[in-house]
């Protein structure tokens, strides 16, 4: 299985500041035929499903605000929230679909300082 | 517009059977990837395996396979997921989730499951 390492576990960040979550998988999950990253990006609040923000790696979800933004390539990917909002409270995950199984991170919650 | 509604709460014993479902609608059913998602209580997300209810392709996570069924039914737009003999460690809510036509991301999420197993 690939295996999905994000980091950190948990972070406090002030309202309106940046919050970066970092997530690297255990082996490349592009494909240079198509030029894509297969890694999604979902927001989980308390007692709610998750929820879809960012797929391809860099490609927002309809209705995801644009402070919400991922990067990266081959195993190191990086979600970014510019300014963190008090709805933003949440834990965060990443996910590879290059190869079965599907695998999620262990996730990442995100708290208000 | 898209919806997966899960069907309710269960309390079972350690050895019973469950089955439980995924009413989609809103979209074509058998043209989407639908799976499964675990998590267990105060835990993360675990992809338990997908299905393509066109042909019934299915893809398990190898820590899944073997202890659950995947199974859709397109007269009725469900999608299943059963257990023969229930484990206390399988107390958890199950998440089931369509993927988008293309890559299999997760776009839509059922409410969740609960599952309850106690003696």
């Known amino acids: 299985d690939i295996v999905m390492t994000q980091s950190p576990d948990s972070l406090a960040v002030s309202l309106g500041e940046r919050v970066t979550i970092n997530c690297k998988s255990s082996q490349s999950v592009s494909y240079s035929s198509t030029n894509k990253n297969y890694v999604a990006w979902y927001q989980q609040k308390p007692g709610r499903p998750p929820k879809l923000l960012i797929y391809?790696?860099?490609t927002r979800d309809s209705g995801v605000p644009d402070r919400f933004s991922g990067s990266g390539s081959g195993t190191d990917f990086t979600l970014t929230i510019s300014s963190l909002q008090a709805g933003d409270v949440a834990f965060y995950y990443c996910q590879q679909y290059h190869t079965s199984p599907h695998t999620f991170g262990q996730g990442t919650r995100v708290e208000i300082k | 517009e898209v919806q997966l509604v899960q069907s309710g709460a269960e309390v079972k014993k350690p050895g019973e059977s469950l089955k439980i479902s995924c009413k989609a609608s809103g979209y074509s059913f058998s043209s989407y990837w639908i799976g499964w998602v675990r998590q267990m209580p105060g835990k993360g997300l675990e992809w338990m395996g997908i299905?393509?209810?066109?042909?019934?392709?299915?893809r398990y996570s190898p820590s899944f396979e073997g202890q659950v069924t995947i199974s859709a039914d397109e007269s009725t737009t469900t999608a299943h997921l059963q257990w023969r003999s229930l484990q206390a460690s399988d107390t958890a809510i199950y998440y089931c989730a369509r993927t988008q036509m293309e890559g299999n991301a997760f776009d839509f999420w059922g409410q969740g499951t609960k599952i309850t197993v106690s003696s």
């Open positions: 299905i393509y209810p066109y042909d019934s392709d299915t």
């Open positions: 391809w790696a860099s």
